[in-house]
């Protein structure tokens, strides 16, 4: 999740203290089970090792566990289990077990059936690309499932159909600490990957999660999004638009570019900005994704704003050689002017955002200091909501 704090670390020391593995997403971890079982279904022995394609080419060998083939009321069976390893990136699914069992369906009209097993959610809103009622197995995870197990046993089609079941021990649990509840996937995690690929701390799961989320509220109808930067800032937006559905609500975290131009595809007329001074003047600066190792906080930004707020001159310097924005708001805040430093911030950061991402929709910034409490309302035209 986000940091809604505001404090950074310098870029070079940031990247130097992350690693550099990469993973696998839960879709190409299905995709390669799924392969090991169809194999196990077309040979008679599920493989201890399967090279899968991946969605972006690629082609990788997974180790398989669990490996059976077996009669289960009456239709052969075969179950395979492939481990996610997700590198260095900090994900919630990493170590989660990917479960494929791969069954005959004989004179199925479907070529190939997709069914939900324990710890895989299912669908219950529209908006996801999903119809209502299907196990949260994204689009391109189901068709890489279908073409790995067409290249190792394009034959078992011949009989008719395949029931394809995916199930994640322990995935409603991983699930309460997703967005999917909010998303209306529920009892579990989803099958997710474009490429096949999770980059460390790409969070890539995380940006598709917000894209998701602004469509389901467009679905629902909502003309309204309000985007927070994580926990706190959602909790402060939230009391301060009491009247708003849930749904409006979309933690954005770091992706500013991802949300604002989901936002503008899907026709939403007022979009609101909760955020902290740190993220704010990350905004103001342009910044498409606002990871405190993608760049330093521009303090020419925050000394322009104490300027403008009244800060003596003596802190301005001290400002310029500061670290954090949440140095120059502490020191303003001593001053009485920490409403005057973040209006003068907010006003930055919409101009920006208005330039970088224009479209037919009013902008408000929410600001609140480090604990959550509101300072300022300001509004693209007007201060206030």
Known sequence: MADDSGIGRRKSEARRRRGGRSGFTTGACAAA?????????????????????????????????????????????????????????????????????????????????????AGVGRVTREGLGLSIGEPAINPVPRRSILENIEAVAASLFDAGGLEVTVSVPGGEEMAKRTLNPRLGILGGISILGTTGIVRPYSTAAFRDSVIQAIGVAARQGQTRVVFTTGGRSERFAMKRLPWLEEVCFVQMGDFVKAAFSTAIENGMRHVYVGAMAGKLTKMAQGLPVTHAWRAEVDRRILVECAREAGAPDGLLASIRAAETARFAAERLNALGLTAEFHRALARRAISRLKADYPGDYHLTALVCDFDGEPIVDVGERRSGL
């Open 33 to 117: 089970a799924a392969r090991a079982a169809a194999q196990g279904l077309a040979r008679g022995l599920v493989p201890e090792n399967v090279l899968c394609r991946l969605p972006n080419g690629d082609e990788v060998n997974f180790p398989v566990i669990e490996g059976r083939v077996e009669d289960a009321g009456g239709r052969r069976r075969a179950h395979a289990v492939v481990v996610k390893d997700a590198g260095d990136d900090p994900d919630v699914t990493n170590g989660a077990h990917l479960t494929v069992d791969l069954s005959l369906l004989p004179g199925a009209a479907e070529r190939i059936v997709f069914r939900g097993g």
